[in-house]
Antibody
C-alpha cells in the first residue's frame, strides 16, 4: 500500500522560504507523478505543480511559476516542494499526493498535510 | 483555467436521504476527466469518483457520478452518518488541474 509521509508544521516570516518533504513507501516511486496542492484555511484545494521522479522535470501552475521549486530524490523516495517569497496569503496546509495511475492526475494517495503559517 | 462552480454551498439532509451535488465547468471537460473527493475536518481529501463515473477502490456503491461536458453530478444514496463532510470536484482535462470550492453536506 502506498503511503506518503510529510514533514512537520512550519512557522515562517514574510519574505522567507519553506521546504516541505514527502516520503513515499510502497508502490513504484519513480514512475508516478507526485503532485503538490495547498488548502488555505476554510478554502478549497489549489494545485501547485507536479513531478515524475524518473523524468525529473517539474510542471508548475502559472500562478506559482518563479516562486515554487519541486524536486524528487529517487535514492530516498522523497519529493520536495520549496516555496519562496512567502506572504500571509501562503498560510495553508500543503499536501503531496500521488496520481492514481500513470498520466492520470487524479489523486488517490495523499500525505497527511503540512501546515505552513506565515507570520511576523 | 477551467473554473468549477459547485452548488449548493451547503446541503442539510438527514441520514437515509439522498444527496445530489452539482459541479459546473466554465468550459467543456473533455474525456470525462472529472473526479470527486470527500474531505473531513483535519484530514486529507479522499478520492471517491474518477473519470466521471468510476468509483475508487473501496468506495461503497451508494456513491455515484454522472454528467458530461460542463455539467456533472455526485449522488449519494441513503446517507450514512460518516458521509457528512465536504465534497470537491476536480477537472483534469486542461492544466492547471482545478477544483470546485466545495459543497458541505451537513446533518439536518
Amino acid at each position: 500500500q502506498v503511503q506518503l509521509v510529510q514533514s512537520g508544521a512550519e512557522v515562517k516570516k514574510p519574505g522567507s522560504s519553506v521546504k516541505v518533504s514527502c516520503k513515499a513507501s510502497g508502490g513504484t516511486f519513480r514512475s508516478y507523478a507526485i503532485n503538490w496542492l495547498r488548502q488555505a484555511p476554510g478554502q478549497g484545494l489549489e494545485w501547485m505543480g507536479d513531478i515524475v521522479p524518473m523524468f525529473g522535470k517539474p510542471n508548475y501552475a502559472q500562478k506559482f511559476q518563479g516562486r515554487v521549486t519541486i524536486t524528487a530524490d529517487e535514492s530516498t523516495n522523497t519529493a520536495y516542494m520549496e516555496l519562496s517569497g512567502l506572504t500571509s496569503e501562503d498560510t495553508a496546509v500543503y499536501f503531496c499526493a500521488r496520481e492514481r495511475a500513470v498520466k492520470a492526475p487524479v489523486f488517490h494517495y495523499w500525505g497527511q498535510g503540512t501546515l505552513v503559517t506565515v507570520s511576523t | 483555467e477551467v473554473v468549477l462552480t459547485q452548488s449548493p454551498g451547503t446541503l442539510s439532509l438527514s441520514p437515509g436521504e439522498r444527496a445530489t451535488l452539482s459541479c459546473r465547468a466554465s468550459q467543456s471537460v473533455r474525456g470525462s476527466y472529472l473526479a470527486w473527493y470527500q474531505q473531513k475536518p483535519g484530514q486529507a481529501p479522499r478520492l471517491l469518483i474518477y473519470d466521471t463515473f468510476s468509483r475508487a477502490t473501496g468506495i461503497p456503491d451508494r456513491f455515484s457520478g454522472s454528467g458530461s461536458g460542463t455539467g456533472f453530478t455526485l449522488t449519494i444514496n441513503r446517507l450514512e452518518p460518516e458521509d457528512f463532510a465536504v465534497y470537491f470536484c476536480q477537472q483534469y482535462d486542461t492544466p492547471p488541474w482545478t477544483f470546485g470550492q466545495g459543497t458541505k453536506v451537513e446533518i439536518k
